[in-house]
């Protein structure tokens, strides 16, 4: 089984207090928002289709903080720390990926500072 489908229950999860948490800190969105593009090594996925132990894959799984820091212009220090708060509230996982609704919000962050700085509404896009 591979990561993507392994690790899906856990990104399906309604995590509201895990969206709040990233709502409230601008140096944690930045962070999530880059996860997917941070370098890292997972172990290899088990074949046996057993319950994931995220606590195991997360202590076998190599990450670029170095690069992380480096792509959101964060220093080290907090991109350690965010990442401990981002882990331990399932907004982030090993695999790359975020949870559903921490993703939502990243998303709709984004589309709220395009709109804003390039001066529209929301009816401005329907034309």
């Known amino acids: 089984m591979a990561w993507?489908?392994?690790?899906?229950?856990?990104?399906?999860?309604?995590?509201?207090?895990g969206?709040?948490?990233?709502?409230q800190d601008r140096n944690l969105l930045r962070l999530a928002?880059?996860?997917?593009?941070v370098r890292?090594?997972?172990?290899?996925p088990s074949d046996s289709g057993e319950e994931?132990?995220?606590?195991?894959?997360?202590?076998?799984?190599?990450?670029?903080?170095p690069g992380?820091?480096?792509?959101?212009?964060?220093?080290?220090?907090v991109v350690l720390e965010g990442f401990k708060v981002l882990k331990a509230n399932q907004i982030i996982f090993p695999d790359g990926s975020l949870g559903h609704l921490a993703e939502a919000?990243?998303?709709k962050q984004a589309a709220g500072k395009f709109m804003a700085e390039m001066d529209?509404?929301?009816?401005?896009l329907k034309r």
Do not use: S
């Open 33 to 37: 928002a880059a996860w997917p593009r």
């Open 120 to 124: 529209l509404k929301p009816g401005d």
């Open 105 to 107: 919000l990243i998303k």
């Open 19 to 23: 969206a709040a948490i990233l709502a």
């Open 4 to 17: 993507l489908e392994a690790l899906l229950p856990f990104r399906a999860q309604n995590n509201f207090e």
């Open 52 to 65: 994931v132990d995220l606590d195991k894959v997360w202590q076998d799984t190599k990450i670029d903080f």
């Open 40 to 44: 890292r090594t997972l172990p290899d």
């Open 68 to 77: 992380w820091a480096e792509m959101t212009q964060i220093h080290l220090m």
